[in-house]
DNA sequence: CTGAAAGCGCTAACAT
DNA sequence: ATGTTAGCGCTTTCAG
């Protein structure tokens, strides 16, 4: 018998090691241990070299799971997101995950089966005790305010908001943006406009189609026809089929999504050869990556995915910080990138950068 | 005083419910709460209803964390995924968790910083004791694989292998897919080959090149010239470039991802006014969702990606339940989806479901 | 079938 | 600065 297996049970493999082990071969007490691997906790160097040599010797890693128990925090936000098709939310997946880990927090990631109510994946991120939760998709019930209110964990929305008073939402001026997209289109001389929708339900879509359609008659352009693509690609596909059959055909397209204008323009100009640009105007919204793609050139209003994800992580870090702070409503500016899927206004272009932007002329 | 509130701390709002209020609700022991929440446990109906009543009223759920201190599981798999912006990944994300949740297993990602090791990464899942790791990208250090071990946590490996005996790997038929499309590309009368590899320490990379460049020779079409794209679109599109500006110019190259494939077409078309498909073939590998997009038509070797995580998953849970079972090294069988953005073979082709496919003709 | 009691690995008072 | 003690909320023997 090995001289050092006092009193190892029988299983296969070394056992993981505990504060407990580590504290024995350093010859300290097991909070010693704790103290060691706590930041800014009382202990002497020595106390803390010797430990650290102990855990480094047995591979000892503290178990985040034990201390989550204790202290209440588990550092795992949830991330509620799904529509990874939509190109916009991988990078803003990516992003989270990057920015939260810098923190100190990890991401759990909840996708929620395809046609489910949230009311299933909000049971699992309760009973996994996440710190907080950042929606980036998904249509919440109202169970989900109280429920989160009553657990006493903040909610953040990203890309969309909600009538809740408590809850967080992080969006860029999809208003604004709309509105700006008409005047681009106006200015670019269009008269028959269209926009497409994506989820009735989505205030995304409705924030971005209030704005375009009340700057659209501020232009004395009338109301746009309307069709719905529930921003998925096939069905704003056919949407755009329809709108191309129509009789009288819309000479600009505006899209509540890149992901939808991508669809339309594989529809125009693979179904329709119509020459994107010049002989039909489409514009998106939120600058996903293909949109910069040179068979696309698609002109959208950009989102700042960058700083709304820094909003976001800042938004939830407050509210952990001080549960009893208030819920933001926090909207950053985005700009209009220009590219070649829509005719150009005759004024109003500025290039920085190599990025090309439209900014309506001083009234 | 509230005739209730017997030792309830001075705090906000009502504590969170735990096994033992809903014990004392009920009027039965912790025990018997905790065998209400477990599948199988030796319980009464009666006391199953009374704790389910008591429960309802508390709005208490299990805690999760609590609960894998004891047993030991998590119940959460580590994802390690990057480059999100490649279509392929996301999708496979949304399918594992979807897969994983299905069996009760909620997935937390890691992505890693941009550059970095995968050490610290390891660290974190370490620490958070995951159930096993699934890895769709990130090249693991050695250290990976025996800390893993030590651990006793399983390794699966998507879309990648590793010569580690003890580290499961899924992957598509990398090597007949290369050289799959060999083949059809030497049927459709190409002569003048390019590969455009990924990353050079991708086994993924490395065996699809394998595949093409033998299957190539065995046609007689000599060595195919060779760029290196890194998966990365930039990256691809400038050595896409270098292609096009060389002298003599391939008639044909195969990239060893759609991501790459798509740069190239971008760049072909856009940048040199070539005819994709006709002045010059383009086949990607993956059928990732915009390759089937009409403006695209990318040709490309298809992984079948519910398969593959389906396998992901099995493989997974297998090693779970019995860890002394055996590392898997499964292949996944793909298909070559014809579209446009190749030329044809004059023989060989089969359309099923509105999909086209090419077999080679029978020797 | 049920309750009492012993911990899972850790942190957080509280003494010293 | 350090050790002792008491749990965090749960599962799991072990008696009965």
């Known amino acids: 018998m ?15 090691a505990t504060a407990h082990d580590v504290a024995r071969l350093a010859g300290v007490s097991q909070s010693a241990v704790s103290r060691a691997f706590t930041a800014g906790a009382s202990i002497s160097p020595e106390t803390r070299d010797k430990v650290a040599e102990a855990a480094r010797k047995l591979g000892y890693r503290p178990n985040l799971v034990a201390r989550s128990l204790i202290t209440r925090r588990s550092h795992v936000i949830g991330v509620a997101m799904a529509y990874l098709e939509n190109q916009f939310y991988p990078r803003a997946l990516e992003a989270l995950s990057q920015a939260f880990s810098t923190r100190g927090y990890q991401v759990m990631l909840f996708t929620g089966k395809p046609g489910a109510s949230s009311d299933p994946m909000l049971e699992e991120m309760l009973r996994h005790k996440v710190d907080a939760l950042v929606m980036a998709s998904a249509s919440l019930s109202s169970r989900f305010d109280v429920e989160c209110q009553n657990a006493g964990i903040p909610v953040v ?36 406009l269209a926009f497409m929708a994506g989820s009735e339900n989505s205030s995304t879509s409705q924030d971005r189609e209030e704005g375009f359609t009340h700057a ?11 069709v719905v693509g529930l921003y998925d690609f096939d069905q ?128």
């Open 216 to 226: 659209l008659a501020a232009h004395g352009l009338g109301t746009p026809r309307r």
């Open 157 to 192: 929305l990203m890309n969309r908001r909600t009538e809740s008073r408590s809850i967080s939402s992080i969006t860029s001026d999809n208003r604004q943006g709309g509105a700006l997209i008409a005047a681009f289109l106006a200015a670019g001389g269009h008269r028959h």
């Open 2 to 16: 090995a001289p050092r297996s006092i009193s190892r049970a029988a299983e296969a493999g070394p056992r993981i």
């Open 236 to 363: 704003a596909a056919a949407a755009m089929r329809s709108l191309l059959s129509a009789p009288e055909r819309p000479d600009a397209v505006f899209c509540a999504n890149d992901h939808m204008a991508l669809a339309a323009i594989n529809v125009a100009r693979a179904e329709f050869g119509l020459e994107v640009g010049r002989e039909i105007s489409i514009v998106g919204f939120d600058d996903a990556g293909p949109a910069a793609w040179p068979v696309f050139g698609l002109t959208t209003y950009a989102q700042p995915l960058r700083a709304m994800v820094e909003e976001v992580v800042a938004a939830t870090c407050a509210r952990l910080s001080d549960p009893t702070s208030q819920a933001v409503r926090t909207i950053v500016p985005g700009w209009l990138a220009v590219r070649s899927s829509a005719r150009l206004p005759p004024v109003g272009l500025t290039v920085r950068d190599g990025l090309t932007t439209w900014m309506p002329p001083e009234v």
